[in-house]
């Protein structure tokens, strides 16, 4: 698929998260993304963003580790 930018809100849907998440991912240089009147962030972006943070908790951004699978409840 070609790569395209999206908004933030088009970001958030895809992250299933909210906008200050994203933009504190943004903020932090975890996501990375360009400004064009509003941040932009590139569909490849998204997908490297959650490549790399596969399997990781990042619940709380100041102590991001990976997920203890065995604190997981069925």
């Known amino acids: 698929m070609d790569d395209y ?5 088009d970001a ?3 992250l299933k998260t ?5 933009y504190e991912l943004i903020k932090r240089g975890l996501l990375k993304a360009l400004k ?7 569909n ?3 997908n490297r963003f959650v490549k790399v943070y596969q399997g990781m908790d990042l619940s709380d951004l100041d102590n991001i580790k990976e997920i203890d699978f065995k ?3 069925t």
């Open 5 to 9: 930018l999206m908004s933030v809100s």
């Open 12 to 14: 958030v849907k895809r």
């Open 18 to 22: 909210d906008k200050a998440t994203v």
């Open 36 to 42: 064009i009147r509003s941040f932009k962030i590139s």
């Open 44 to 46: 490849s972006e998204i």
């Open 71 to 73: 604190e997981v409840s």
